[in-house]
């Protein structure tokens, strides 16, 4: 086995049980353990004397032991041991609580550098608990230097921590290879990965600690951007396609619609017709914050590709969404003789059998559903435009799947999810992207509110209020990202207390994910249908419901979500004219989460809100666990490093015209690392 890939138990002072210490820390192997960067650093190598400290500093000093350690029982399990020391200046006390075997380790007349916080008291000087090197052998490049400082579990130290890094550094350092190619390093002006490796662990200057920084940063975006490139490599971006033409039915039918598009709308709209018209493969990403039309557009893009005899297939993140867009299209298509089609988990075998026969031989103009679209019994007479709604639920693998149920076929990808520009860029770097930035005309400011549950009779009781007045309510159950089968027990224990106590006389629905799809169908449509005035639900609706009557939203510990997705099912109320709330009921007590908070309160701009989150928590937590396999980023911010990310982008565009395949023998190493970091994305896609 490669050194690099050893289990850590096989390192020096590594046992059972701080092999699972580091495991919590996500470190498994050798490598795991390098790539482990210091949080911080803590710059020893300016050593002050006695004289001239000052309270509460922490600083370096060189002392001498001068008498012997003196050991007090404060209280019954509080020790403290006192050391006296002094330099040329004056003396001092080294302090250490409950360390019993500290009486052992220093003689008089010891030299020692140590590393504390500075304690003045009247006329003593003491440095609490201090880090010491009695000064032997080792010189003071040893210790006088730049510390780096690991994030901890508990059992584990920071001096753990650094004999580790130390220890690999020296019996590992040889074996790791560089695996950028050369020209790369030199035109980029970058070091190398094993100058890169020592100089982030223990620094040799700062100037060093820059270039190693650098370098990994540059070298993680490398590979994150490489990697999503490559899985997406099958969209062609120069793919010639189908010339859609304009056919003027369609300006009548834009005209009969029961509202006029906003100017965003028609801005993202022309982009598509250009696309479509052209005789290349359109890829083009449409994004709209919440509520901004993006359905209406995509409806009419299909229209355009049915009045040039053409299929259409349009592909939803959730049973409900696929139902609710196969409403909307018929009703808005239909009396345009256009035939839609619904595939859905529910549907009988024996509908289904029809209606795959009716879509082969082209009888059915479009095609509404979830993945079931993709499968292989699907197949299209003639499909001219394939639309999906992602949400990031989708990979790109299925794109590229539903793509190739047509030759060529235009592609539309949606999405509900304001992603910042910067995010953007690398996410869909192969992707043209439009924005709907203007909301319909009429909406009111949904008001949003932050409050602790104490509050909630209150909460309930405004609930109640809306209702009387004819409105709708959702009320969002705790996300539970680990188990769906958790959250659907916590949802219906919610609805039951909710039925039970607070709204016996009102009429209460349920869902969560784990209902049948046909349950879930009947629940939306009669909530749709106002015979249901309170739903209670799992983060389901979270996308693409449009109940305009609905005006309040109460989300149950809603620091358990990330802001983008509050924003979403925020977005659930206020679609039509009325006055419309959001209640955040929040259990979090930290400061990160009531920034959060706040955000959700002063801000209704999903991108103003998407940005803020990523650079709260990152793209990892951003987009939850359960929706994304991005890589963690260990030592790049999306956010601080947007101009290295940009250089990256323009080199890994360069690398991959150049070799699109990684084949190169000075591109083996890039490859293997890129296989390592995107193991499963890359397996799905087999490149
Ligand atoms: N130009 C417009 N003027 C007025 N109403 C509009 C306009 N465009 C769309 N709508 C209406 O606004 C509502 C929201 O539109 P739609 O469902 O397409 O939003 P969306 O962008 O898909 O939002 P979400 O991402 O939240 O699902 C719908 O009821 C739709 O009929």
């Known amino acids: 086995m490669e050194p690099l890939r050893q289990s850590v138990q096989y390192l020096k002072g590594v046992g059972p049980k701080k092999q699972k210490l580091l495991q919590r820390l996500s470190v498994f192997t050798v490598e795991d353990l390098v790539y482990t960067f210091p949080r911080e650093y803590e710059d020893r190598r300016s050593v002050k004397t006695v004289q ?11 002392l001498e032991v001068c008498g012997n350690i003196q050991e007090k029982n404060i209280r019954k399990r509080l020790k403290i041991y006192n050391l006296p020391v002094k330099d040329a200046t004056g003396n001092a006390q080294l302090v250490f609580y409950n360390t019993p075997y500290i009486k052992q380790v220093f003689h008089i007349g010891d030299k020692v550098f140590v590393h504390g916080k500075v304690k003045i008291d009247f006329f003593t000087v003491q440095i609490l608990h201090p880090e010491y090197h009695i000064i032997k052998e080792e010189q003071p490049q040893d210790f006088q230097q730049i510390m780096p400082i690991y994030r901890l579990t508990d059992g584990l130290t920071q001096k753990d921590f650094y004999s580790l890094q130390k220890y690999v550094l020296e019996h590992y350092i040889e074996q790791i290879e560089e695996f950028l190619p050369e020209d ?33 940063i540059f070298e993680e975006l490398l590979i994150l951007q490489l990697g999503l490139l490559l899985t997406k490599g099958q969209l062609d971006r ?7 033409n304009k056919m003027p039915q369609l300006e009548d039918f834009i005209n009969q619609l029961p509202f006029r598009l906003t100017e965003a709308q028609k801005k993202v709209l022309d982009e598509i017709e250009e696309d479509m018209e052209s005789n290349m493969v359109m890829n083009r990403l449409v994004q709209g914050d919440v509520g901004s039309g993006k359905t209406i557009i995509a409806i009419i893009a299909l229209y355009k590709a049915i009045l040039n005899n053409y299929q259409g297939a349009f592909m939803a993140p959730t049973e409900i969404l696929a139902e609710q867009h196969y409403e909307t299209i018929r009703s808005l298509l239909g009396p345009f003789g256009v035939r839609v089609a619904l595939l859905s988990g529910s549907i009988t075998k024996k509908n289904k059998e029809k209606l795959l026969t009716e879509i082969e031989t082209g009888q059915i103009n479009i095609v509404v559903g979830t993945h079931a679209i993709i499968q292989e019994n699907v197949r299209f007479h003639r499909l001219g435009l394939a639309i999906t709604d992602e949400q990031h639920r989708f990979g790109v693998r299925q794109r590229v799947m539903l793509s190739n149920k047509g030759y060529n076929p235009d592609i539309l990808v949606m999405t509900a999810t304001p992603i910042p520009r910067t995010l953007a860029l690398i996410l869909y770097g192969d992707l043209d992207i439009s924005i709907i930035d203007q909301l319909p005309p009429g909406r009111k400011v949904i008001e949003t509110y932050c409050v602790d549950q104490h509050k909630r009779k209150r909460i309930y009781a405004f609930v109640r209020k809306q209702i009387q007045e004819g409105r709708q309510a959702y009320i969002v159950c705790p996300l539970i990202e680990e188990s769906e089968s958790i959250e659907a027990k916590s949802a219906i224990e919610l609805y039951e207390e909710l039925t039970n106590e607070y709204f016996q006389d009102m009429r209460v629905g349920l869902l969560h994910g784990k209902m049948k799809s046909n ?22 609706i979270e996308v693409g419901v449009n109940v305009p009557n609905a005006s309040v939203m109460v989300i149950e510990n809603s620091e358990r979500f990330g802001l983008a997705q509050l924003h979403q099912l925020r977005g659930r109320v206020g679609r ?18 009531l920034e959060r908070m706040k955000i959700m309160e002063s801000s209704t701009d999903g991108f103003v809100i998407a940005e803020k989150d990523l650079s709260l928590r990152g793209p990892g937590e951003f987009f939850g666990t359960r929706q994304h396999g991005l890589p963690e980023l260990k030592i790049a911010n999306l ?12 080199e890994a565009k360069k690398i991959l015209s150049e070799d699109p395949e990684l084949l190169l023998e000075k591109n083996k190493g890039l490859k293997k690392k890129l296989l390592d970091t995107f193991q499963e994305k890359i397996q799905e896609i087999g490149i």
């Open 519 to 540: 349950e879930k169908e009947k629940l939306m449509k009669a909530f749709k249908a106002g015979d249901i005035d309170i739903l209670v639900s799992t983060t389901v």
């Open 52 to 62: 001239g400290l000052v309270d509460g500093e922490k600083t370096s000093l060189y």
């Open 184 to 216: 790369l390093l030199k035109n980029n002006r970058l070091c190398d990965l094993v100058f890169a490796l020592r100089n982030i662990h223990f620094p040799t200057s700062s100037q060093n600690l820059r270039i190693a920084k650098y370098r990994l």
């Open 639 to 650: 956010f601080k490093h947007i101009k290295i990310l940009q250089q990256v982008q323009t």
């Open 238 to 244: 120069n793919k010639e396609g189908i010339a859609f």
């Open 576 to 593: 039509g004219s009325y006055q419309s709330f959001c209640i955040l009921i929040n259990y979090g007590k930290n400061s990160v989460t």
